[in-house]
């Protein structure tokens, strides 16, 4: 895959990899899908627009699929598994593969601290899945990898917090533009495939 790591070369470099950071989150773990899909001889990710919902930090934003981790969960791959089945209707378990894990990420929402912590997880599947979107996601949809790498997609986005104007990075997917903790875990990404190349 020109300009990008293979899949097997991808896998093996997270596989290698040690040292998780587990900040600290007062006990509350989420997890999320990075899902891949080769195409064209590069790789597509799969991103969803959150619903607008009241009393979501994250409503409306551009997002991975995933959530809080419960109690039927044996682990936080799995909760990453069932929420994007949930969410998107994607069986990662029947359709994907699992890559490894990137590192965990302190979860904030509107610049504050959540007491929570985020587990990326990395999956692939071999072709486009159809979806079934529930009603937390507006929309989905499978966004260049390349671009984003390549740093040809960088934006930035206004954002007020305490009284401050900051402007925070972020990557224009068409219309979208996709920041805050997304756009660290995809940075994590970009990491991991750099290093394996």
Do not use: C
């Not at 486009?128 to 984003?148: C, F, G, H, K």
């Not at 104007?165 to 991991?192: I, K, N, Q, S």
Request: no cysteine; net charge negative.
């Amino acid at each position: 895959m020109p300009g990008l790591v293979s899949l097997p070369t991808l896998r093996a470099h997270l596989a290698s990899r040690s040292g998780f950071v587990a900040a600290e989150g007062g006990g509350r773990r989420a997890a999320v899908a990075l899902v891949l899909l080769p195409r064209d001889e590069t790789l597509d990710i799969l991103l969803i627009r959150r619903a607008e919902r009241a009393g979501d930090l994250w409503s409306g934003h551009m997002a991975l699929p995933g959530g809080r981790q419960e109690p039927e969960d044996a682990t936080l791959a799995d909760t990453a598994i069932r929420e994007t089945l949930e969410e998107v209707g994607l069986d990662l378990r029947a359709e994907g593969e699992q890559l490894g894990r990137l590192d965990d990420l302190p979860a904030t929402g509107r610049g504050k601290a959540v007491g929570m912590v985020v587990s990326p997880w990395v999956f692939a599947v071999e072709r486009e899945p159809r979806l079934t979107l529930n009603d937390e996601v507006d929309e989905a949809i499978w966004a260049p990898l390349a671009a984003m790498l390549d740093g040809s997609t960088d934006t930035t986005i206004d954002y007020r917090h305490d009284g401050h104007d900051l402007t925070l990075p972020g990557y224009l997917v068409g219309e979208r533009v996709v920041w805050g903790m997304t756009h660290r875990m995809l940075g994590f990404l970009f990491d991991a495939i750099r290093a394996s190349t």
